[in-house]
């Protein structure tokens, strides 16, 4: 027995959610469109996960933040699928797939066939294992990429309030997730092995600043050495962590964060795989012109680069790269080449901080790092390529995000750091209004633009994921 379906989204994380809504918009007909899920849940919000979902006190929780109200858009609950005749298929696993024959093939046996495929099965969580420590089985061991790791989570954290917790990790999941344990009055200690935290995007001296606002909150740093293995009670649970310098770290809990790597898995050997993710042109179209793929398991041009390909691990890329595939499919002749402007960010605390572009070059810091409001800029071949703003209002957002499209040129980097944002400032008046400018709005605004429809749902969302989240 089989189903056979015009369009298939292999996925469903947030780009699944996001290119089901264009495809809606679109006029895709009922019953040409299936969602494939391995979760049990209608997409939704990824980013709610190390945020909102963590919060003590009125914690964010489905269906409040279904995909697509990270954009002011509609809130789309397994009601609205059905009612726009969109198959979910959840709980799912897709075993094999055959891009020649255009069919994919589920754990119980089911054929599901498609004229054009999707793939957005974006990223797993690196495992402590694939580096040869054992033991982030016990129970209190977390990862954090999907719901399910999410209420893991969640009920260690309340199981150890007033107890001590060990993350493993420097980046995103490791800073996002130390701030919650730290809300949920745990005591933390941060491993990794670099310099320094978010040692992939952040200069030394911006990574100063997060780690003393962290260690105010009373963080503890161990840089520049990794886990070597667990200590076990009679039970299985993790006691102790022993770091490789020898250091015995007594712990309640264990937050993993150590990276992704993209689920290439069921296509390699059939599609283009370049930079750990699934090649695509600009317009998100594999090697098999019947296949796209999008989010994190895309590897895609990036035309404001000179067309270099990057693979992006951000929700923002999701949310376009999906959109931008579906007018790719259902209005070809009217879709150019996406032209992505990179976007990063993330909230902690009462921090909030945005980065544009692409951070190689010079770098010239600004602003005043004690009153909580500066940034950077990245400089290369004398243009502005990068920039970083920590503080900022949306206004210096936006301006910031001009200067970086536009590379704005930079004949001094003294003066480029005395000016700081009024460098960009006066960037943007000299060239007046841009036209077609997509600036993403921090999720804290969301309720700022709701449309009548969804207002009810995402002045909830924004309750927990705006407000209450500034208390942090």
């Excluded at 969640?154 to 060990?166: D, E, P």
């Excluded at 070059?361 to 940034?375: A, L, R, T």
Aim: net charge positive; glycine share 10%.
């Amino acid at each position: 027995m089989g189903r056979a379906f015009a369009y298939v989204i292999l996925g469903g994380g947030v780009a699944a959610g996001y290119a089901a809504l264009e495809f809606s918009r679109r006029g895709v007909a009922a019953g040409e469109l299936c969602i494939i899920s391995d979760e049990s849940v209608a997409p939704y919000e990824r980013p709610a996960l190390s945020k909102g979902y963590l919060l003590p006190e009125a914690p964010a929780r489905l269906p409040f933040f279904h995909t697509c109200v990270g954009t002011n858009d509609e809130r789309l609950t397994p009601k609205w699928y059905k009612e726009h005749g969109i198959e979910l298929v959840l709980g799912t696993k897709v075993t094999s797939a055959d891009v020649r024959r255009k069919t994919l093939i589920t754990a119980t046996g089911e054929t599901i066939s498609y004229k054009i495929l999707i793939i957005a099965t974006g990223a797993r969580a690196l495992k402590l294992e694939e580096f040869g420590v054992k033991g982030s089985d016990a129970e209190n061991v977390c990862y954090l990429r999907n719901l399910d790791d999410a209420n893991r989570l969640v009920n260690v954290m309340q199981s150890c309030a007033g107890g001590n917790a060990v993350v493993i990790g420097g980046g995103y999941i490791g800073m996002e997730c130390t701030a919650a344990l730290v809300t949920n009055r745990i005591k933390v200690t941060m491993v990794f092995p670099e310099k320094h935290c978010m040692f992939r995007l952040f200069t030394p001296k911006i990574a100063e600043f997060y780690e003393n606002y962290y260690k105010s909150k009373g963080v503890n740093f161990i840089k520049g050495t990794v886990l070597s293995s667990f200590e076990n009670d009679s039970t299985g649970k993790v006691m102790a962590v022993i770091l490789r310098d020898g250091t015995r770290l007594p712990t309640d809990m264990v937050v993993v964060g150590i990276g992704i790597r993209a689920n290439t898995a069921l296509f390699e050997g059939q599609l283009t795989l370049e930079k750990g993710g699934i090649k695509v042109n600009g317009r998100m179209q594999t090697s098999n012109s019947s296949v796209y793929a999008v989010g994190d398991v895309a590897a895609f041009p990036v035309k404001l680069f000179d067309n270099d390909i990057r693979r992006l691990e951000h929700v923002d890329s999701a949310r376009k790269t999906a959109r931008h595939t579906v007018a790719a499919i259902m209005a070809p002749a009217k879709t150019t080449n996406l032209d992505y402007l990179p976007f990063f960010y993330s909230r902690v605390f009462s921090l909030s901080w945005q980065f544009y572009g692409d951070n190689v070059g010079e770098v010239v810091h600004f602003g005043d790092f004690s009153s909580g409001k500066f940034g950077s800029y990245w400089v290369d071949k004398g243009r502005v390529v990068g920039a970083f703003l920590e503080g900022g209002g949306r206004e210096d957002y936006e301006t910031i995000t001009k200067a970086v499209r536009n590379k704005a040129v930079v004949k001094d980097l003294g003066e480029l750091g005395r000016k700081g944002l009024d460098f960009a400032f006066l960037e943007s008046k000299e060239r007046g209004p841009e036209t077609g400018l997509i600036v993403e709005r921090p999720v804290y605004a969301w309720q700022a633009a709701a449309g009548v429809i969804v207002a009810v749902s995402i002045a909830a969302f924004a309750y927990w994921y705006g407000g209450r989240r500034r208390r942090w």
